[in-house]
């Protein structure tokens, strides 16, 4: 931000109005984090930034920041269960299901993954 006046009334201040506890806004504007963020607890903020002058009744300004945070893969896929027990006839035939495993990643989608036997693994 600038203010075309002179002296104490020319100087800008900047406050961060929200979300102080996770951002911080320094003398010249810059925004930074103030701590670790995570897309799976929340993917967007929306910060306001105020700005006001130097005089002894400051004149402000603010304007909305929009903050999207984005996906590093941190997270591990996960089983439903640690174990599984199967029971397959022998003369069943090729591609034959025998397991439908339900894998998922924490706080995201669900993923069905299928597991079909190869005849030509057991002969």
Partial sequence: ATDPD??????????????????????TG??????????EVKGHYFLVVEASDGAV???RSR?????????????????SQQSYNVNLPE?????????????????SRENVVEVVLSKSEFD
């Fill in 6 to 27: 002179l002296g104490e009334s020319g100087q800008v201040h900047y406050r961060l109005v929200n979300h102080q506890k996770l951002f911080s806004i320094n003398a």
């Fill in 30 to 39: 810059a925004i930074r984090t103030a701590v670790p963020l995570d897309r």
């Fill in 57 to 59: 009744d400051p004149r």
């Fill in 63 to 79: 304007l909305t920041l929009s903050v999207t945070v984005l996906d590093v893969d941190d997270n591990s896929p996960m089983f």
């Fill in 91 to 107: 003369n069943s035939p090729k591609d034959t299901v025998i397991l439908r495993l339900q894998v998922g990643f924490w706080l």
